[in-house]
């Protein structure tokens, strides 16, 4: 063994900057592996102003169930009820016009003739289905959370601090499945939720359920709403660049339980009612690294850069906060304009500082779809093509606005898109999400390896 003085002198041979070098990846923090989850229960948006209504004895209160349809039917397709009731009385008594009509129907427009026959698509939400954690027997169990003035929270808070957990395991075990590598070699786990309150919290419970080893290092990120899958993404790239060999799993898991009640006539009731018309519950899953294994590893996005903007004035747009029946919302109504009006600011500050120009129209898009209207003014304010957003209306429209978790769920969508045409067309692509704040979060993506020649 070397002398102590001996060692010394060589230690200091070895520079901060060395050691820092050495711990640096080579290459971009990379999506490896991607997976989603939702609860059981599915329910389709035309059953659920009944659902919502029936578990929460809201039922005397008809004009609020209207306004609730209101929000995701648009009025055309209401009037198509009548319109399809009177094509069955032609189909029964008239056979003959019938044939004329839908011989006439067939040579212009089928297309409308099919949506007559589909009445309820929920077609201005842009939603059809949603899943959920809330059923009946969970409402017969707790009918304390139908009414927000009663004291709900406690038991909120544990059905959650289990149930949101097991539902971001059952997406990460996929996402680890899909990976390739043991769970144990899982260096950083970074968790998202608004719905769990309690400490130790739902990134310690994911660890034991899927075997991670005790170094894991895990983070918890609380109250970031839709922005938090995002944020997560985010600070997965940091630690990937910055620790040679990590591999970072983002798990991001939402039970809307914990802001389930009954609408309440005179308060606050249109937050309600908006909120219940657009949000799902689901889990998503991914996990990040740099410089990925050859032969083991399926390199999918690269993540080329990341930021994040405040919009000026815009504090009090989105709020969520905790209370004894639950947590409220505040969605502003002017949102998708705001978000639409500072769309491009968002889009230089994340652009601008890597001084990349780019045509919009150039890239794929991956927005969390808040709404239906949100990116509707987007796809306008950015002059994109109709088609531009089709993965996040696909997401919408399959499983509504799981908050944070939903761009997960958009990029996994991509993910499938690239992979079924061979990842032709754009190359790069934008990851956006806002929240609270309102905060919004943008990542530049590039297609990677993986995904392209299947
Ligand atoms: C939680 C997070 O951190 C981040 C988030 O994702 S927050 C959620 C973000 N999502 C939104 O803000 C929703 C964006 N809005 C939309 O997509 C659409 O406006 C919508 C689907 C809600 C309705 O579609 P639309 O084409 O605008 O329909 P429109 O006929 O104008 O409105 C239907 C009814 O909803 C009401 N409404 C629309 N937006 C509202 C809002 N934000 N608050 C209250 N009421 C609203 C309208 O006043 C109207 O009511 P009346 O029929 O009584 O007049």
Redesign the pocket.
Known sequence: MAPAHHQAAAATTVTTQDIRRAQRADGPATVLAIATANPETRRSQDEYADFYFRVTKSEHLPQLKE?LE???V??FYINTVELYAMYNFILESHYKLLYLFWDSLQSSNFENFLQIRKPHQGK???IENRYTYVNDEVMKAHPEFSDRKLPSLDARVEIASNAVPELAAAAASMAIAEWGRPATDITHLIFSTYSDLKAPSSDRRLASLLGLRHTVCRTILSL????GGCRALQLAKELAENNRGARVLVACSEISLIAFYGPEEGYTD??T???H???GDGSGAVIVGADPVDAVERPLFEMAFASQTTVPDSEGA?T?QHKKGGME?H??????EMLAGNIKRCLADAFGAIGVAARWKDLFWAV?P???????LIEEALGLDNGAMAASRQVLREYG?M??T?VIFVLNELRRRFAADGAEGADWGALMA???GITAETILLRVASGLKGN
Do not use: W
């Open positions: 306004k209101r929000i995701y648009d009025k201005k939400s842009g970031h709403g839709c922005y249109t937050d009612l908006v909120a018309a657009l949000f989105i969520v919302y969605i502003a109504r002017g949102l998708p969390h808040g709404g239906r209207r949100i990116l509707d606005n908050s944070g939903t806002f929240g609270p």
